[in-house]
């Protein structure tokens, strides 16, 4: 088997294993990472939310936000697990897209 | 890691924007003199592999939690160039889509993830196993350390960079206006999570894939773009 073969089915195996990272941390009650944290829970850290802070952190609107579809914040494990999986699955799919098409232009004509 | 949105204040995201174009820019010019069509299937299984295990959360104490980067293994395989196009694809793709690390801590981010830590890590690695054969144990050990020393310099600057923000910018009653915590919080913290915990993750996954790769692939220890 060749082994860029080999590493594709390594990746496949990452993104079935992909929901690890979102239910080991709730697993352990495990919070956003350290700097990551919402306008509220900086509020409720400090007692106030940094001006700046709230005007950037609703400047982009991510179609699939924190790897889930919007507003699916208090759906059940499965679901979640289920768009974290399909998250992982686009992002490597576009991921591939575009450096093979960046490769194409600087791959030249080696 | 990602720094998202209304962390950084504009100087700082304007700054990092502005050291990473000369960078970007000397990436694909050097990429494009090296880069054969055959390799460009592993550039993408290295953007690939660096977006799905930052997606690999790890819970640490404190109840916070963390993720490994990848990009010194990709640094290793494919040069340190390389890598930086290989990551920045993935944080960019990260950021747009799925809103992990923010549009404006983009140069910021690439600049922790996608130069500082595959470069670093690259070069260590290459002292390290200096003159090592293919097949040696010191090749194994060599990337280990070049992840683990990666993962911690990308971290080290992301702290710096949270912590400089109070100082640079808060209003008359001395309240933040972007990351609140300042460099005496931000860098301890940041540090530290990734020597205690999530260096030795990202050092046995690189350590880990160099090992095998010797097994099953050495060819891919020697050519690099």
């Not at chain 1, 914040?73 to 999986?85: D, E, H, R, T, W």
């Not at chain 2, 309240?175 to 860098?187: F, T």
Request: net charge positive; glycine share 12%.
């Amino acid at each position: 088997m060749k082994i860029t073969t080999k590493f594709w089915i390594g990746l496949g195996v990452l993104v079935v294993l992909s929901p690890l990272g979102l239910l080991l941390p709730g697993h352990f009650k495990a919070g956003s990472a350290w700097g990551e944290w919402g306008a509220n829970e900086v509020k409720g850290f400090i007692g106030y939310i940094p001006h700046g802070l709230e005007k950037l952190s609703s400047l982009w609107s991510a179609p699939l936000p924190g790897y889930a579809f919007k507003g699916w914040g208090k759906k059940p494990v499965a679901s979640l697990s289920f768009a974290y999986i399909l998250s992982a699955v686009v992002g490597i799919l576009i991921c591939v897209v575009v450096v093979l098409i960046l490769g194409k232009f600087l791959s030249g004509k080696k | 890691m990602h720094i998202p949105d209304g962390y950084l204040g504009p100087a700082t995201c304007g700054f990092f924007y502005l050291a990473m174009l000369p960078i970007w820019t000397a990436a694909s010019r050097i990429v494009k003199k090296t880069l054969t069509a055959k390799q460009v299937p592993m550039l993408a299984i290295g953007a690939a592999f660096s977006f799905v295990i930052m997606m690999l959360n790890i819970p640490i104490p404190a109840g916070t939690t963390g993720h490994a980067v990848g990009s010194v293994l990709v640094a290793i395989l494919l040069g340190p160039w390389a890598a930086c196009i290989a990551i920045t694809v993935a944080l960019v793709i990260q950021a747009l889509l799925f809103g992990d690390g923010g549009i404006t801590a983009i140069g910021a981010n690439c600049f922790n993830m996608a130069f500082a830590m595959p470069f670093a890590g690259y070069y260590i690695y290459k002292i390290i196993s200096y003159r090592a054969s293919i097949d040696s144990g010191r090749r194994v050990l060599a990337a280990g350390i070049a992840g683990y020393i990666g993962i911690n310099v990308a971290a080290f600057l992301t702290g710096v960079e949270f912590g400089l923000q109070p100082l640079l910018h808060h209003n008359v009653n001395g309240q933040a206006l972007y990351c609140p915590y300042g460099l005496n919080v931000a860098v301890p913290v940041m540090a530290g999570e990734h020597l205690l915990i999530l260096g030795w993750i990202e050092a046995i996954v690189t350590a880990l894939v160099i090992k095998y790769l010797q097994k099953h692939s050495p060819e891919l220890l020697t050519a690099r773009a």
